[in-house]
């Protein structure tokens, strides 16, 4: 063993100076992580307008994603609208439509939660095989934030529910400000549960390409319902059954019938690291496995790690005390590795003890026609020299 | 009582965004389409991306066909094979089409739109004429094809027991492999496109910095952003290719429909033929407003508001020059 010249000797950067304060107003990555972006699929849809990119999940730890690296989805593309131009009206059953200006939302109390927002198509591209070489790929139509808002339930009573009547049997209704409106129903119930509107994220003004200025949080349901550039809210008595809730985000079971308001994401799980972009390059010795796990019904409360393709499981280290509801849970599998092939797998189980299915139970359920709502046990192949690839296994 | 927050919505604020539609026809407008008129209207605004005849172009979505193939492998789920309710096609057409032009549409256009629509799925004959009156009537064909999620009954007792720990199977195989079909995209080429772009040391960068020795590479960069709303149909610089709209490299100074290889509106042509040229003038003005200045484009764009973007755009596009 050489002595380290980077101890040795004297660096610049320990000698001369660095930037000073007013060199970046607001900070962006340095330089040497700047793989860490969101990526997108170029074949998978029409054009990049009417699209989704990918988080990169691989390189990232904890639970919060930031937003500039958090997954975009979009139906007609991210608008720029002002707060002052921003109006969100509220309609139909309600005793009084009213309509709110973007001030108006800040003087209501408001909350934080931390909550995930997963595409229902998310692993949609592995239902009929291993196909994409990378949990961003794979997995990453995700990310999770804390967000600041307003619950919905406090504007729908100040327009005042009333004249709904039975609210068991009533519905709302919610479009964006966007070209392509992105309409979506929900049932009142939900609404009147956990829904917020809401405009910060992590602490800052939504991006946006999340929405800015407001967008709705349905916590653990698809992310198709979480409307951004939100402007409108309809109470109804039954629901519109719109393009992206009959033509889209919809199930196609093995017959040919299909599941619709299939909205709750059940739990699920990946291994973020190792993984085929994050290899192990270390060599053998100790090793950390790490990933994410969560429910759109509740909690995380274990997740459990195979290194043999299923047969025996060990059960990981939650990286938080207990995971929060309807949130992404960091786990962890300090470990060791002598350089022998693994088949990863992680599986999750959550407080209604759930418990993650295998694609294989998954297909004999629902066949292989199905796009969204893929929450099987991921695969990856780790390899003598560290590689890790995609598969799936009997 | 409540915050005292908000103030009341007006009639006519909630008429200008109240317009969803529902099954059973609520919130429709009054009117009418005929098939005949709806293959005008559907070849004038949706053909570009649809297809004239719905089949779908590239990778837009196919409109028309593919019934009793949804308990296929890979079934075809079109309006007339998978969407359940006319209302449907009726709201999506007529709040969210066409693509960069949403919400300019007529109601008639609509009805008629979605008449073709029915058409071009053999659902109705050449006569048939959509109306609010008729509307309720109309039963789609996939109608009762839907079942509301029972995930709870079906899937939820099967996958709520302990899991297993040891000896849960006998043996392991691999099955399948990502990289055998091999497309994930190339995150390394990515990257290294990124970092040659900003040392400016790639053959293109060098070819086009040349190009753009006359133009401010300032209005360039602001225009690559305001291209992003035509990318969706058109593609520009190196390898581009005609898509739904043809490929804008060496289009500015040249002449109209010069691209031998697109099928042009036959405004387009008309105008090519005339000799007409892409100056500086023509592009401004039919950027700004392109359905009032190339009456009959199938470009389905509405028309970019800002002057700083219309220059910006045409900087960016004159980057691509020769």
Redesign the interface.
Known sequence: QQPDPLITEVQTWASATGEGVDATPYGLPIEFEKDVVRRNVPWLTADPISSINFTPIHALDGTITPQGCAFERHHSGAIELRKEDYRLMINGLVDTPLVFTYADLERFPRENHVYFCECAANTGMEWAGAQLNGVQFTHGMIHNMEYSGVPLRTLLEEAGLEAAGDLADKWIYVEGADASSNGRSIPMEKALDDVLVAFKANGEALRMEHGYPVRLVVPGWEGNMWVKWLRRIEVLDGPVESREETSKYTDVLEDGTARKWTWVMDAKSVITSPSPQAPITHGPGALVITGLAWSGHGRITRVDVSKDGGITWETARLGTTQGDSKALTRFYLDTEWAGEEWLLQARAMDDTGYVQPTKAQLRAMRGENSIYHNNCIQTWHVKANGEAENVEVS | D??G?????LPE??AA??I????GGQGLPEGRGDVFTGEEVFADYCAS?HGDFAEGV????VLAGGF?T??????V?T?GS????L??VW??VN??MP??S??TLEADEVYAIVAYILYSNDLVDDEFELSHENFAEFEMYNAD???????AE???P????A???????E?????????V?????D?GE??AA?SDAADGTSDAAAVTEVAMAALDPELVDAGETVF??C???HQIGEGAKNKSGPHLNGVMGGPVASNPDFKYSDVFLAAGADGLVWDEAAMAEFLAKPRAYMKGTKMGFAGLKKEADIEAVIAYLKSFDG
Not at chain 2, 58 to 61: G, K, R, T, V
Not at chain 2, 70 to 75: E, H, R, S, W
Not at chain 2, 158 to 161: A, K, L, T
């Open positions: 409540g915050y927050l908000g103030r009341p919505a604020e909630i965004w109240d969803d539609v529902r099954p991306c590239d990778n837009w979505p009793d949804l308990g296929d492998k890979d079934p789920k309006v998978y969407w359940p309710h209302s449907t709201d999506y709040r969210s693509f960069g949403a919400q094809g839907f079942i509301v999620d029972d995930r079906t899937e939820y099967q996958w709520r027991v899991p297993c720990m040891q000896d849960c199977k043996s392991v195989e691999i099955t399948m492999r990502a990289s079909l091999d497309v994930t995209p995150q990515d990257e990124m992003r709303k990318r969706a149909c």
